[in-house]
């Protein structure tokens, strides 16, 4: 098998599916060849993979005060039953 | 609300059991634990209101759809038997409320768009225009490499202005995509969860997900470059 097997447009493709781990095994054997190969590619999956963290460091939208009270309100009601 | 017609029991079924937490919960709001509501609002509230404006029109007649949901929830608490997850089931009750606000809306349902997304027209996830061109022999190769994040201080990923930029592209995506990163990203929510949530098959979630973080990472790329 040689890095000729996939192209970097085709690799930046299936990224998501080998950090979803859901590529199959000969697939991913192929993706790994060519990152192994690329510094281009290895460049793409690192700003990938960081992509991914800042989102998951992104605060997370807060309740609006109204719509709290709103729900307490509700809460209540339904305690009174 | 007219929520009281619906028997929402019968949502309380298969996928994962309710965790030993979430018992605790149930069991604290059936006492009437105020604290324990809010908790499970504040856990929730973001992500019911991302999903109902999948299917309904404004801002505000999702946060209507939400509020529908967790009125909802409480009349059915008794009912509930932790056969399904707590989480599941809550947001099995808001899409049964946002389906039928949404047909009373006349709208048609966000979801045939969910259901078609592999059918859609290819999005490239890169430009072809960073590639040599088919009639080049290096045809399908980096014209130039992506730059290098190595040397880029965490602190810069994660300043106030990057966190900005982020959050404008992910506002610019197509509603599905914008649904699927924001439970999977940036809620942490598993792919089994937003799948049986969205109820849209693996394949489907993947290439919605793969569309958005493609386009996140372009806007990011794009804003580090112009620095």
Not at chain 2, 164 to 169: H, L, P
Request: hydrophobic share 40%; charged share 25%; net charge negative.
């Amino acid at each position: 098998m040689t890095i000729q097997d996939l192209t970097c447009q085709e690799l930046v493709e299936l990224i998501t599916d080998y950090i979803e781990e859901m590529l199959p095994a000969v697939e991913r054997a192929r993706f790994e060849e060519h990152l192994a190969q690329c510094t281009g590619c290895r460049n793409y999956l690192d700003q990938t993979q960081r992509t991914i963290r800042v989102l998951g460091a992104l605060p997370e939208d807060s309740i609006a005060p109204v719509v709290r009270d709103e729900l307490l309100d509700i809460f209540r009601n339904w305690k009174r039953g | 609300m007219g929520t009281a017609d619906v028997d929402y029991s019968e949502f309380d079924a298969a996928g994962a059991r309710a965790s030993t937490d979430e018992l605790k919960l149930i069991a604290a709001l059936r006492q009437g634990d105020e604290a324990a509501f809010m908790a499970l609002v504040e856990l929730y509230q973001t992500a019911l209101v991302r999903v109902a404006l999948m299917y309904v029109s404004s801002r505000a007649a999702a946060e209507d759809v939400v509020q529908e949901t967790w009125l909802g929830v409480l009349q059915g608490l008794s009912r509930f038997e932790g056969r399904s997850s707590l989480k599941t089931w809550i947001f099995r009750i808001l899409s049964n409320r946002a389906k039928t606000r949404a047909v009373r809306e006349g709208r048609a349902i966000a979801f045939s768009a969910l259901a078609s997304a592999t059918d859609d027209p290819a999005e490239p996830a890169v430009d072809p225009s960073h590639f040599y061109p088919p009639e080049h022999e290096d045809h399908g190769w980096w014209l130039s490499y992506p730059r290098s994040w190595e040397d880029l201080p965490e602190s810069r990923l994660l300043a106030r202005e990057t966190r900005a930029q982020i959050m404008a592209a992910i506002e610019a995506l197509p509603e599905n995509q914008r649904t699927v990163i924001s439970l999977r990203d940036v809620e942490g929510w598993t792919s089994e969860e937003v799948c049986s949530v969205l109820t849209i098959s693996e394949t489907n979630q993947r290439v919605l997900l793969h569309r958005a973080r493609s386009k996140v990472r372009r806007a990011l790329e794009q804003y580090l470059t112009e620095m």
